[in-house]
């Protein structure tokens, strides 16, 4: 059996190395974050383009921080990236599995490519390795890779010999040796990957042995922070679990937000008043579009396939799904009672990515509004500053129809109205007094409660936003705070009338709005 003091002492004086299979948004910060520890780590990808990219210095992806990091270790002699995944594991003591899981259209995980790798290991089993699935994985994951690494190493050490001229000296040398299975669920965040690694909240080890428990130990222990060691099951559950339950604090924030419109309240000094409650915290109370991306919606799907294939009862996640589902719409609703009629007009979006600080467009709320208003005949303006290339994939640019554009301010010209769908901050340091020049109509749709509406509407805009008691959803009653060119008040009853004629200089039209108010 492997001795683990003297495995910790061959990864420390980089005898034995850690390899991590797949370069994607889990895989690349993971390999550089190890690397940047001290630990020699091989980054392992099937795919030959994405290889030479990272190779070359460049990332395939935005995140914050990645590409510094990746100019530095790839200075290093102890970090290396490489197509040949069977040379990466033989050459490897422990095994971090993080290639994609997307989902069928049932809702439950595609567990193809770990199946695969489970395979490639087990043909190149040359002595102990440590499996640590980081890829999201539902309960018994490791169970399946235990028993497939088993299976086919068997297999393989009595298959014909001129299948591989090593091959049962490889699989003797793994039986006599053995392996583990463990997981060690990413809770890496899209926009703070690094951060998150470096400074996690806790990590999770769910391990079978104790030789597993000392090896994940050992190479987090650089990092400080608390590890919880759990049996392999409960590990891979806990991040469904987590997963799902910040799914379902962002739509009970939007359901909340849905009444506060109802009644006239701000959804944003509600969640700041729950979320000082420290039972409750202030973390992903945030109303809005809803969340999207290739996580959150992805890994509820997958609890729910996993509750209801086992008999639970799964329906508050069902709510929580149905109730971000139902976010889009509703936006649109706003965005159509703010302009009434859609088609040919010049609608500017601000926003692409599914959230700030990433280029992910995956499940991105924008996509469903842009490709919405454009099927309804709107003139799209689009700008975001990280997501544009991964955009035109999905949206291509059709001139005179939808035209991605560098700057803010090239998007408003012109706009008769502006739509904010991703929270990025710069958003809210734009010079809106230029912004309101340059549109035809001052009009803003805020999906993200991203801006002080209450200056907005004090400047001459029209703005809506999502739960905030700015306006309510009748297009015949809006409240914008602006200069009043008529005003009267009745002389008896308590009904105060205010018609304001604004005309911007660029249209000619002229828009009326009638504000009613009981006093």
Same mark, same amino acid.
């Given at each position: 059996m492997a001795n683990v003091s003297g495995l910790l002492k061959a990864l420390r004086n980089h005898e034995a190395g850690i390899c991590v299979l797949g370069m994607g948004h889990v895989g690349l910060p993971?390999?550089?974050?190890?690397?940047?520890?001290?630990?020699?780590?091989?980054?392992?990808?099937n795919d030959s383009d994405k290889i030479s990219l990272i190779a070359g210095g460049q990332c395939p992806f935005y995140e914050p921080g990645l590409k510094e990091l990746l100019s530095k270790q790839l200075?290093?002699?102890?970090?290396?990236?490489?197509? $040949?995944?069977? /040379?990466? &594991?033989?050459?490897? +003591?422990?095994?971090? %599995?993080?290639?994609?899981?997307?989902?069928?259209?049932?809702?439950?995980?595609?567990?193809?490519?770990?199946?695969?790798?489970?395979?490639?290991?087990?043909?190149?089993?040359?002595?102990?390795k440590l499996i640590v699935e980081k890829s999201t994985v539902p309960a018994i994951t490791g169970c399946w890779i235990k028993k497939t690494v088993g299976r086919y190493l068997t297999a393989f050490a009595s298959g014909p010999v001129e299948s591989s001229t090593s091959g049962k000296q490889i699989a003797a040398s793994a039986d006599s040796e053995g392996f583990d299975v463990a997981s060690n669920p990413e809770f890496l965040q899209e926009g703070s990957a690094l951060e998150d690694f470096f400074c996690p909240d806790r990590i999770v080890c769910g391990v079978s042995s104790n030789r597993a428990r000392q090896l994940l130990a050992g190479i987090y222990e650089p990092l400080?922070?608390?590890?919880?060691?759990?049996?392999? $099951?409960?590990? /891979?559950? &806990?991040?469904?679990? +987590?997963?799902?339950? %910040?799914?379902?604090?962002?739509?009970?924030?939007?359901?909340?937000?849905?009444?506060?419109?109802?009644?006239?309240?701000?959804?944003?000094?509600?969640?700041?008043?729950?979320?000082?409650?420290?039972?409750?915290?202030?973390?992903?109370?945030?109303?809005?579009?809803?969340?999207?991306?290739?996580?959150?919606?992805?890994?509820?799907?997958a609890l729910i396939y996993l509750a209801e294939q086992k008999n639970v009862d799964a329906s508050l996640l069902r709510s929580t799904e149905r109730i971000n589902q139902s976010r889009v719409d509703k936006f649109l609703r706003k965005a159509r009672n703010a302009v009434w009629i859609p088609r040919g007009k010049v609608i500017g979006v601000l926003g692409l990515s599914f959230k700030a600080g990433t280029d992910d467009i995956r499940e991105a709320p924008s996509i469903k509004v842009i490709s919405a208003l454009r099927d309804e005949g709107a003139l799209l303006k689009l700008h975001d500053p990280m997501a544009i290339e991964n955009a035109k994939l999905l949206i291509p640019e059709q001139p005179g129809h939808v035209t991605y554009h560098a700057n803010p301010y090239e998007v408003s010209e012109g706009a008769h109205a502006l739509l904010i769908l991703t929270e990025w901050q710069d958003f809210g340091a734009l010079d809106f007094d230029r912004i309101r020049n340059l549109m035809q109509v001052p009009v803003i749709v805020d999906g993200r409660n991203l801006l002080d509406g209450k200056k907005l509407s004090a400047n001459g805009f029209e703005y809506f936003s999502m739960g905030r008691g700015d306006e309510f959803d009748s297009p015949f009653y809006f409240r914008p705070k602006i200069q009043n060119k008529y005003n009267f008040r009745m002389s008896k009853g308590k009904r105060q009338k205010t018609t304001s004629m604004l005309q911007h200089p660029n249209d000619t039209h002229t828009s009326t709005f009638l504000q009613a108010a009981d006093r």
């Open positions: 993971t390999a550089l974050g190890f690397a940047e520890l001290g630990w020699r780590v091989i980054g392992a990808d200075s290093n002699a102890q970090f290396r990236v490489t197509n $040949n995944v069977e /040379e990466a &594991i033989r050459s490897s +003591a422990v095994l971090f %599995l993080c290639v994609g899981t997307p989902q069928k259209e049932t809702g439950e995980a595609d567990l193809t490519e770990i199946e695969v790798l489970a395979r490639t290991i087990s043909r190149n089993l040359n002595g102990y400080g922070c608390p590890v919880i060691f759990t049996d392999v $099951n409960t590990a /891979e559950l &806990i991040k469904h679990a +987590a997963n799902s339950l %910040l799914a379902t604090k962002i739509s009970f924030a939007n359901m909340v937000a849905d009444i506060c419109e109802a009644v006239g309240a701000d959804v944003t000094e509600v969640a700041r008043g729950i979320g000082l409650d420290v039972r409750i915290g202030t973390h992903f109370l945030n109303a809005g579009l809803g969340f999207g991306g290739y996580c959150l919606p992805k890994d509820l799907r």
